[in-house]
């Protein structure tokens, strides 16, 4: 019951997923959602099919009868009115994960026999595939084996397996690295407007509220910085990387900036440090007097993030800034002296189409930074974007169609390897439209270790600010973590409880 479409619709409220006989809710949900993207499945962990439920997928797993020594793995697709069905058996004895990716596979099968899609990263469905590449290499297996082996298990494409081998081969020599080797996350998490696909915790300073906060914020960081200063010295932690990120760190004054690059400096050993980044982040909060600042303070790389050169786009997605801006500001952070600037972009923003992909591509090229990471569009519940797709007939919120955004990825893989840019970190995240990657390219020489690191989870972070994260990596890779507030109302307010839990962190790193 081929149906010829690419995936099937979105239908939030009557799709159910049904289990019978295992608790594999958490991949088989993942498995699915490669195949309807978007969607928030009704969840039947009893058993039973809803009875105003139109559409399902029940999945289940029985002891066979005959021949005795056997287990079931069946599957039935019931959508629009037509049902699809697929069985396979496997030893009794299975372990567990042999279940879960049997069943995880018959899965796959019937959903790509239903939709004819064959998803790029195929069932492979983690965050972090590179990782995959990594450990196959780590095995002893040559590149060529370990491509083999992956794409045999997952049914990952040729081109996607050629890129996150072409990013492991680059990461190789950059893991590992000694367990009291840190970095250092400071989070600023104002922006001049919020961007309509933005997920994150960052206030708009477009309000009052949000500008009247920021004073308090930067004292109560520097506080933290200074405090964070006190137990690299302790621990004898040597900081590789320092990455100030939001947010947009320029959207507060050169003054305050100046003042928490100060406390880093205080208390951080620079000269040691291989990578200072301060995200500049958007070209409106970009002035010659605050590149100055992060120039004269340390900071070796900083980013500047057009998102897309096309100013319907930049209007569509409410970033208050031209394409021009962005020209504007990158030419002003060189002549600053900066000789390591990042670009990001986003694939499969709203109002943007291929024609206009590459466009953007093109101008950023023409500017020559040091490395550019395009991001394929993600869409959270917490992004104004998420709702506003319901708004019908506006060109403003029309987000291209998964095959336009794979295409704008594949234009990327080409045209930046054609500049001298590799591919040096992978990543993908949960609600990223069809499923697709996030990839850093630099030139050779200008990758970002921070970026590397934090997505190989093998590097002990240390986060500073609202938002920001406490990640502790032992020396058996067991990972503690330990959350700052995420508001910065709160962060000022309760700062006195936040710092008591710096005794998890001091705990936590007594063990290094
Ligand atoms: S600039 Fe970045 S952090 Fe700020 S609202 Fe836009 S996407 Fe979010």
């Known amino acids: 019951m081929m149906q010829n479409k690419k995936y099937l619709r979105r239908q939030n409220s009557d799709f159910a997923l049904i289990f019978r006989g295992h608790n594999f809710s958490y991949e088989v949900q993942a498995v699915a959602k490669v195949f309807i993207p978007g969607i928030r499945f009704r969840l039947c962990e009893d058993g039973s099919i809803p009875e105003d439920c139109k559409d399902y997928i029940l999945t289940e797993i029985r002891n066979s009868e005959n021949p005795e020594n056997s287990k079931i793995l069946n599957l039935t697709i019931f959508y629009h009115n037509q049902e699809l069905r697929h069985s396979r058996e496997v030893p009794e004895n299975s372990e567990r994960d042999v279940l879960e990716y049997e069943l995880c596979v018959l899965l796959y099968s019937g959903l790509q026999e239903l939709t004819g899609y064959q998803p790029p990263w195929g069932m492979l469905t983690g965050i972090r595939p590179v990782r995959k590449?990594?450990?196959e290499l780590e095995k002893g297996l040559t590149p060529e084996q370990a491509c083999v082996n992956l794409q045999a298990k997952y049914f990952i494409s040729d081109e996607k397996i050629r890129i996150a081998l072409a990013t492991a081969l680059v990461q190789q020599p950059i893991l590992p690295h000694d367990a009291k080797q840190i970095g250092f996350y400071i989070a600023i998490p104002f922006c001049p407007t919020r961007c309509s696909y933005c997920s994150f915790v960052s206030h708009s300073i477009s309000t009052e509220n949000a500008r009247k906060l920021i004073p308090a914020y930067v004292r109560k960081l520097c506080e933290e910085i200074r405090m964070f200063g006190k137990i690299i010295?302790?621990?004898?932690?040597?900081v590789q990387s320092v990455y100030i990120g939001g947010g947009t760190p320029t959207a507060i004054s050169a003054q305050q900036l100046g003042e928490i690059m100060q406390a880093v400096q205080d208390s951080v050993d620079l000269q040691n440090v291989r990578e200072y980044?301060?995200?500049a982040g958007r070209a409106d909060t970009i002035t010659k007097e605050k590149l100055q600042v992060i120039y004269d303070m340390g900071a070796s790389r900083i980013s500047i993030n057009p998102q897309t050169m096309q100013d319907a786009v930049l209007q569509a997605v409410g970033r208050c800034h031209t394409a021009q801006q962005v020209t504007d500001a990158f030419l002003l952070a060189r002549e600053t002296g900066f000789t390591d600037i990042n670009m990001d972009l986003i694939a499969g923003l709203p109002a943007d189409d291929c024609a206009g992909f590459a466009d953007t591509l093109r101008k950023v090229l023409a500017l020559s930074p040091d490395s550019i990471t395009v991001h394929a569009l993600t869409l959270k519940?917490?992004?104004?974007l998420y709702h506003a797709g319901d708004v019908k007939n506006s060109e403003k919120f029309k987000i291209p169609e998964i095959p336009e955004i794979e295409q704008m990825l594949r234009l990327s893989a080409k045209m930046l390897p054609?500049?001298?840019y590799r591919p040096y970190y992978l990543y993908r995240q949960k609600?990223?439209?069809g499923n697709l990657e996030n990839i850093g390219y630099a030139k050779p020489c200008k990758e970002n270790l921070y970026n590397i690191l934090i997505?190989?989870?093998?590097?002990t972070i240390l986060g500073a600010g609202c938002g920001a994260s406490n990640?502790?990596?032992q020396r058996d890779g067991d990972i503690t973590r330990i959350m700052n507030y995420k508001f910065p109302y709160e962060y000022i307010h309760d700062f006195e409880k936040l710092m008591q839990k710096k005794a998890g962190i001091i705990r936590e790193l007594e063990k290094l």
């Open 381 to 384: 519940r917490s992004a104004d």
């Open 418 to 420: 054609e500049n001298s």
């Open 277 to 279: 980044t301060v995200e």
């Open 233 to 238: 010295r302790k621990f004898d932690l040597s």
């Open 471 to 473: 990640k502790i990596i």
């Open 431 to 433: 609600n990223t439209i």
């Open 133 to 135: 590449v990594l450990q």
């Open 455 to 459: 997505m190989d989870e093998t590097q």
